[in-house]
């Protein structure tokens, strides 16, 4: 069947629908992966986006278990140049077309999906709707389109009650702000002890497990959005060691008095060269945000910059002085992409280590 996929600037590109048939409104984002469509789709940082894979071929490994970073598909829908019809994999159990069908998300196929990538580069991320309405009309529905937006995501994604996984090691207090699985196993492959808690908990409720470290974890939408969040990060600053990932690292700034900021056309993929300042060594990182945290809107006297990002040399990583709290923007926690950067998981083991001991 054929769909069409409306850009708020007037582009149209007409494609075929799998998954589902309907329609969606979303803000339209690229990912630069070559592979990891299904870590990509279930990251719950992409809530409300409409995601392009720039490479051409997706869905060629299938669908498997293991390789998901929650219950579901997060994304709005899904834009494929060519979609793979016969995965061969020895861990797939479906194919994309069937799995997408099964959560009810919409997707489109046989899009220059490169020609789409050149226009959000150029112009900068916009809104966009994927339709199989026959009789779409773009006029009619530019306002729907334009005025598309998501207020405060994060209550939509976290978990609705406290989480306990047993561990011998550190006990890890994990807020829950759209959470990649990983974070979680990546904490108990190190032998930590973790309770996940939903993002609307304060700061009381989190202390009272008498966690050894806390951790704030990636998320969709504005940091701006979290007030909440942020009151609740700034009753924790110094009371225990802190570690915060992406959507964590720009609310830890937030809570700080420092600002965000939009990016032009975001960063998402699995090679962006992140610099870690102190090392002097560049990592290649996996990547998934819209905002970043303003340079000249940190304090020196309270933090410094530990990782920038080689490409546009945007902050990436913050560590703040006398207290034990360290976040960065890209994710450590890979998946999909490279564990380059899961040293950071043992500093803070370490940090939790020199606070306790
Ligand atoms: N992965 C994340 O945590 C993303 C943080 C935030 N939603 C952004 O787009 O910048």
Request: charge should be negative; include cysteine; aromatic fraction near 8%.
């Amino acid at each position: 069947m054929k769909a069409i996929l409306a850009l708020e600037d007037g582009t149209i590109f007409t494609g075929k629908s799998f998954g589902v048939e309907g329609e969606v409104i979303g803000e339209i984002v690229f990912n630069t992966g070559m592979t990891g469509y299904q870590e990509v789709l279930t990251d719950p940082s992409y809530c409300g986006q409409i995601v392009t894979m720039t490479y051409p071929l997706i869905g060629n490994y299938g669908v498997n278990l293991e390789d998901i970073e929650s219950s579901r598909p997060q994304v709005k829908g899904f834009i494929v140049r060519e979609l793979c019809k016969t995965p061969s994999n020895w861990r797939s159990i479906e194919t994309l077309n069937d799995y997408l069908k099964r959560h009810n998300i919409i997707g489109i196929e046989g899009i220059d999906t490169r020609a789409l990538t050149k226009i959000l580069r150029s112009k900068g991320t916009m809104n966009g709707i994927v339709t199989t309405d026959e009789n779409f009309d773009f006029e009619s529905n530019l306002e729907r389109i334009k005025s598309y937006g998501i207020k405060n995501p994060v209550y939509e994604v976290t978990t609705k009650e406290v989480i306990h996984y047993e561990g011998k090691g550190f006990k890890v207090a994990l807020v829950d702000l759209g959470i990649k699985q990983n974070i979680v196993r990546s904490l108990l492959n190190r032998g930590c002890e973790v309770f996940v808690f939903p993002a609307w908990s304060k700061a009381e409720e989190i202390l009272a497990v008498n966690p050894d470290g806390i951790m704030l974890s990636n998320g969709p939408g504005d940091p701006k959005d979290c007030n909440d969040v942020i009151d609740t990060i700034k009753n924790l600053i110094g009371k225990k060691p802190i570690f915060g990932i992406c959507l964590g690292h720009q609310l830890t700034a937030l809570a700080n008095n420092a600002n965000t900021g939009r990016l032009k056309y975001g960063h998402r993929g699995c090679n962006h060269p992140v610099k870690d300042m102190e090392k002097d060594l560049t990592y290649i990182t996996s990547q998934n945000h819209g905002y970043t945290i303003l340079e000249d809107s940190l304090d020196p006297e309270k933090m410094e910059i530990s990782h920038r990002n080689m490409n546009d040399n945007t902050v990436e990583g913050v560590r703040y002085k006398g207290v034990p709290v360290f976040t960065v923007q890209f994710h450590p926690e890979a998946s999909p992409g490279p564990g380059d950067t899961a040293y950071l998981f043992d500093e803070f083991m370490d940090m939790m280590r020199k606070v306790k001991e």
